[in-house]
């Protein structure tokens, strides 16, 4: 075991980012994230080939992020919730043109300027696909600064194995939090990238990163075939923890921070003997949709505890197909659900099932 | 038998797209033609635009990246900084280049960055059937601005060069036209230093090229060429607006 350092998380995000070969960082002031971006401008100048850039927007920004990826190198970007908004063009256009790249969007409250507290009311955004257009985008969710480390780590991987684009969704509470972490990553993949505009250098024909295809049959074919892409990805990356799901009669269903406070409330409820578990979605794209259908056949009810106005819960639905109840436990605004809230709905499940 | 003449090796054997007398199909000889002479084509990463240009990455033999409407110079920022051994352009029109990435072209500017930008103006949205452009002359007829623009109601046209003249991180800016052989000898020499500036390494370069739009300007080739001559000229005067080599 490596030693452990205290750091915050978004301080945290940019060093495992730099230690996954990212070398280019690209982006624009907004609260809560800006720690990612002054980190990077202190750490990536004092590295062989490191790239910090202030750009003028966030359009800008995302659309640096595309020259990089084009060429073929990790780059990432950062921002939260209005910022995602503004990026969304440029998500779209790269994952057009297959371009691996990772988002980080540390969520606050909205719509509109909304607040700077913690939030996960951009799931809809994310999970769908911001931008126009057929496309996905992996969508990680760490619910804490150890797993910030870890998942930026496996965002820059699995956005090379795709080609496409990777959100690290995370939020205020992550992004600000302190905790002690290890930095040991055991092993940084790298992948060949036989696309990347990179000059000929006379050796090969010219190599075009393009997402515009005129003839509708082509488009359609481009589409059908990342889609292929997309359904390897939902079989085989679904990621989630179960917590005392054994012999649980309620399932929580919570990611991020609402899932560490869903955790404190199920074990106030457990010394209660109330039998209630969690699935904690890791991937919120692909949806660990298997886990919640299995789950479904055990537990009479689930709960599904956001800092939105319900936005995971249609998900939840879709999974488990509408076969049992799922309750909203819900604050949103930049609010953060209390254990009691928590509590409380857990009774009213059992309350509701005892009818 | 000598060969008199052939094509550049940085164009690719694509038969171009553009209307008949448009004058795109020059300005590319001339970008390639730079490359060429410099050694640079197998260095070279191009940013294509939207707009009647987009098909550029097809034409250019090179390696090349599409980007989104008036964002090529934040991806050729991109493009630049992932290797700066990079040679990289962008060819831009008016609409993409000075109304829906104004921003991304004074900043890339502002920076200074080692790019090479190829700005047609030809005073006109070509690709969507001839809208008015940030370029469009006061009381030119377009289908946006079908009794001719009103610098009163919609304002006056967007001058490139003159407003980044005024940016010091700009290095070279100067414009020019392709509108007969003298000229286009001139602007092959402006593309040409353009290139040169940046593998010197000094710094942002723009070359404005006045271009003509036959189809929407609803001339014919020669007609176009002249009403180049007798309306964007006086209004766009060509020459250096700004060399920080020649300081």
Partial sequence: ?????????????????????CRHYFGYPITPQTEVAAYMSKRLPKIEG??????????????????????????????????????????????????????????????????IQPSQSDYT??????????????????????????????????????????????????????????????????????????GTKGERKPNIVNSL???????????????????????????????????????????????????????????????VGMIRPITLWPFPKEALKKASEKVNKFISVELNMGQMIDDIRLAIE???EVLLCNRTGGMIPTVENVLSKIDEAIEGGRK | MAVVFEKPKGLTDAVLHYCPGCTHGIIHRLVAEALDELGVTDRAIGVAPVGCSVFAYN?????????AHGRAPAVAT?????????????????????????AETVHSAARGENITVIFVNNAIYGMTGGQMAPTTLPGQVTQTSPYGRDVEKVGYPVKVCEMLSQVDGATYLERVAVNNVKNVKAAKAAIKKAFKNQIEGKGFSLIEVLSTCPTNWGLAPTKAIEWLEENMMPYYPLGVYKDKTAE
């Avoid at chain 1, 075991?1 to 070969?21: Q, R, W």
């Avoid at chain 1, 969304?88 to 969007?105: K, M």
């Fill in chain 1, 1 to 21: 075991m490596s030693e452990k350092v205290l750091m915050k998380g978004n301080e945290a995000l940019a060093e495992a980012a730099i230690m996954a070969g």
């Fill in chain 1, 50 to 115: 490191g790239v910090f850039l202030q750009a003028e927007s966030e359009v800008a920004a995302i659309n640096m992020v595309m020259g990089v990826a084009s060429t073929g190198k990790r780059v990432m970007t950062s921002s939260s919730s209005p910022g995602i908004s503004l990026k969304s063009e440029g998500i779209s256009y790269i994952a057009g043109c297959d371009l691996p790249a990772l988002i980080v969007n540390v969520q606050r409250g909205g719509p509109g300027l909304g607040g």
């Fill in chain 1, 125 to 198: 955004q994310a999970t769908k696909g911001p931008g126009h257009g057929d496309f996905r985008l992996i969508v990680l969710a760490p619910a804490s600064v150890q797993e910030m480390v870890d998942m930026t780590v496996k965002g820059f991987d699995l956005a090379d194995k795709y080609q496409m684009p990777v959100m690290l969704l995370s939020d205020g509470t992550m992004g600000q939090m302190m905790e002690p972490v290890s930095l040991d990553i055991s092993e940084v993949k790298t992948y060949e990238k036989p696309w990347a505009v990179t």
């Fill in chain 1, 213 to 275: 295809y005129l003839k509708p049959d082509e488009l359609e074919k481009v589409n059908f075939e990342r889609y292929e892409r997309y359904a390897k990805i939902e079989k085989e990356e679904a990621l989630w923890e179960e917590y005392k799901m054994e012999d649980a009669e309620v399932c929580i269903v919570a990611f991020g921070v609402a899932a560490r406070v869903s955790q404190n409330a199920i074990d106030r409820a457990r010394e209660k003997g109330i039998k």
């Fill in chain 1, 322 to 324: 509408c076969k049992k």
């Fill in chain 2, 59 to 67: 034409y250019f033999n090179c390696d090349m990246v599409q980007a």
């Fill in chain 2, 78 to 102: 991109g493009v630049k900084r992932s290797d700066p051994n990079n040679i990289v352009f962008t060819y831009q029109g008016d609409g993409d280049l000075a109304a829906i990435g104004t």
